[in-house]
C-alpha cells in the first residue's frame, strides 16, 4: 500500500508525551513537539504480526474503546476470531466456570491503558500478547508492539484491515493484495455511538 494512503489515515501522528519504551519507533519530533511514527516500521510491524498470528486458530482481539469496536469485529469475521468489546469481564480468560470462557493462543489489543484487565488476565495464562500502542502507552506485559496512533479511529482501521490481509496471505487463503475483497471503510468507526 502507498505511504499516502497511510498517511492519509494519520496513524504515524503520535503525542507530545513520549514512553521511553516508545522512542526507538519515532522517526521525528516537530517544532511543536508532536511525535512523528516511522511508517515503514508500522508497515514491517504489521507484517509481522501478521504472520506471527496466522499460526493460532484461537484468536482473541479485545478493545474498550469505542473508536476500535467496529475495527475488531470485522477483524474477528475476516479472520476467523473472538472479538470481545467493551469492559473485559474479570474471568473470560482465566475462569473456565466462567459463562463467556474463551481459551486463546494469542491476544490483540488495541490500548495497553484501557486493555489492562485483558492483559492482565492473559500474562496470567502465559498467552502471548500484541498491542497497539501510541507514543504514550507503557508497553509492560507486551509482547509485541504494533507503534501506530491508537487514538484515531481511522488509523485503528487502517491497522486491522492490514492485519486481517497479512494473515490470511501468511494463511494462503489469498495468494497477494490483489484478492483481499475487505474494505477499509467496513472497519473504520462511523456512528458516535460506537465511540461510547
Known sequence: M????????GMHIGMKQQNAKM????????EDGLAILDLQTIENRIKIAGKFI???DKIMVTSRKGIAFRAIK???EVTGSKS???RFLPGIITNPSFRGYYEPQVLLVADPSTDYQAIDEATKMRIPIISLCGTYNE????DFVIPVNNKGRRA???VYWLLAREI???RGAIKDDSEYTAKIEDFESVERSEER
Open 2 to 9: 502507498a505511504f499516502e494512503n497511510l498517511l492519509s489515515t
Open 23 to 30: 522512542q526507538k519507533f519515532v522517526y521525528k519530533t516537530r
Open 54 to 56: 496466522s499460526q493460532y
Open 74 to 76: 470485522k477483524f474477528a
Open 84 to 86: 470481545v468489546t467493551g
Open 139 to 142: 508497553v509492560g506485559g507486551i
Open 156 to 158: 485503528i482501521a487502517m
Open 168 to 170: 490470511l496471505k501468511a
